[in-house]
């Protein structure tokens, strides 16, 4: 039996889901990886002839659930919906030319440095800022820009610095979010995600008789707003995975754990086996998850090592460019999800460094030389994330990464895929490889009583963003760079 198929012969989990639903409450569906969430969807939308609206994290995965839901449930997206109701008044403004954020900054009156601590802030941080700050505004759930939607800056974080910051930024960030209220012209590039802003804040009542949120876990702060507002006339359904909720660095946020609903839950998964199943366990406990999968015990899913897999999966974007490096000269044909367009954009900011240049790359906007960018790696404690960046850098030049970004093929055309973990999420693929790049945790300051060293506790992001990793492959999975939890005293939960 096809996971896809199984609908035909529901699940005991899916058959309440269906009865809950029916007795009209408002749910919370807990869906582990590979449960078959959507089948589900489509099984209680199928159980009524009420008017319903499907609500998807992006447009494929709306026009996939349209051709598998009835005709009284209309699928979109929650940007469609403020599109028909607000976002085409501003048609004109939509898909204008790209241009320099110092540009932009530049036509809302930002013409000078600012001084906060040490540090002179140019015209081009100071309006790269501006355009963060207010793109933190529109994932809120806030109505108007305050501090709280600055974004903190390397270099600058302490209280103090951050009140600086704020008092530069917040008066242009304004600026900027009263010249997008202007539907014909504006110096401010019209996004997407304005006009969803300004349909929640006008507080929006979505005609239908049930709501079903997908992706839950990832919904940013506006959309859950403008969904759970709608439980005076509507029966509310979100479904997601809280394990999975791995995007809180671009603004969403598990709503699945606050919601007042029935808790429900998936568990079944139809993409691996038992095997595979333990392995996910392991992650679904050190993350505190309210599930926990069962592998379907026909499919033989098996952990080994693979030395040509389909995709490998990386913590980071330098994790993957090591990756396409790797692959690139053992001769294979190699796809990078995604594209090469973040790779590609790091090498250029680099260039610029080792010529003396500043870069307007977000991550390095406040270093004037490569050399300062290889001091603060390597000697500050914020900045040690950016050592596997120099590091690569170093061994590899800026020239040669860029080489290998054009050499890349797409993914059909491909005999490996890389990936990021985060850009992996909804995928599979038949043999999976974990990156190097996933480290253990540091040890404890203080050793044991014998003085041996203690492992560091697993930080539950961390566990989110393996338990997405491991559960990308249905026939074998190579644990690679996560290998080590086998070791790690948290690792082998009861």
Not at 54 to 77: E, G, M
Not at 232 to 253: E, K, P
Not at 264 to 289: C, D, I, K, Y
Not at 296 to 325: F, H, K, S, Y
Request: hydrophobic share 40%; aromatic share 6%; net charge neutral.
């Amino acid at each position: 039996m096809r996971w896809s198929d199984h609908v035909l012969n529901p699940t005991d989990e899916q058959a309440h889901a269906a009865d809950r639903f029916r007795a009209g409450d408002h749910i919370a569906l807990q869906a582990g990886a590979g449960t078959g969430k959507t089948t589900t969807l489509a099984l209680l939308a199928t159980g009524t002839r009420r008017r319903g609206r499907y609500l998807a994290f992006n447009k494929a995965i709306a026009l996939d659930a349209a051709s598998r839901f009835p005709a009284h449930v209309t699928c979109k997206t929650a940007h469609s919906l403020a599109y028909a109701a607000v976002g085409h008044r501003y048609r004109s403004r939509l898909g204008s030319a790209r241009q320099p954020s110092w540009k932009t900054g530049q036509a809302l009156g930002i013409t000078k440095a600012v001084r906060v601590g040490d540090n002179d802030l140019s015209v081009k941080v100071l309006s790269h800022t501006v355009l963060k700050t207010l793109t933190r505004f529109c994932y809120s759930a806030d109505p108007a820009i305050t501090s709280r939607h600055i974004p903190q800056l390397r270099g600058l974080d302490n209280a103090d610095h951050h009140k600086q910051l704020a008092a530069a930024v917040l008066p242009f960030a304004r600026k900027a979010w009263k010249d997008l209220q202007r539907p014909e012209q504006g110096v401010v590039r019209f996004e997407h995600d304005h006009y969803l802003k300004m349909w929640a804040l006008s507080e929006p009542k979505i005609d239908a008789d049930f709501l079903l949120l997908d992706e839950a876990q990832d919904t940013n702060p506006v959309v859950e707003q403008v969904f759970t507002a709608q439980r005076g006339h509507a029966q509310l359904v979100m479904v997601g995975d809280s394990a999975q909720a791995i995007y809180g660095w671009r603004g969403a946020t598990d709503v699945m754990t606050r919601f007042d609903g029935i808790p429900l839950a998936l568990t079944q998964s139809f993409r691996f086996g038992p095997h595979l199943a333990r392995e996910a366990n392991r992650w679904l406990a050190l993350a505190g998850a309210p599930i926990r999968l069962q592998g379907t015990e026909t499919i033989p899913t098996r952990l080994d090592t693979v030395e040509t897999p389909d995709a490998v999966l990386c913590r980071t974007n330098i994790g993957a460019m090591t990756q396409v490096l790797t692959h690139l000269q053992a001769g294979r044909r190699v796809a990078l999800t995604g594209g090469g367009d973040s790779l590609r954009s790091l090498a250029l900011a680099a260039q610029d460094l080792k010529n003396g240049r500043p870069t307007s790359h977000p991550e390095l906007l406040l270093f004037s030389s490569w050399g300062e960018l290889q001091d603060y790696a390597a000697y500050d404690p914020a900045g040690a994330d950016l050592q596997p960046f120099v590091d690569l850098i170093d061994t590899h030049t800026p020239d040669a990464l860029l080489a290998a970004v054009s050499q890349l093929v797409d993914e059909q055309n491909a005999q490996v895929t890389v990936s990021t973990a985060h850009k992996a999420k909804g995928r599979e693929w038949p043999t999976v490889q974990i990156g190097h790049d996933f480290r253990p945790p540091k040890d404890a300051e203080e050793p044991d009583a014998q003085g041996r060293p203690v492992p560091g506790p697993i930080d539950d992001a961390e566990a989110r963003l393996a338990y997405v990793a491991v559960t990308r492959a249905r026939g074998c999975l190579d644990l690679g760079g996560l290998a080590w939890i086998h070791d790690h005293p948290a690792g082998n939960p009861s």
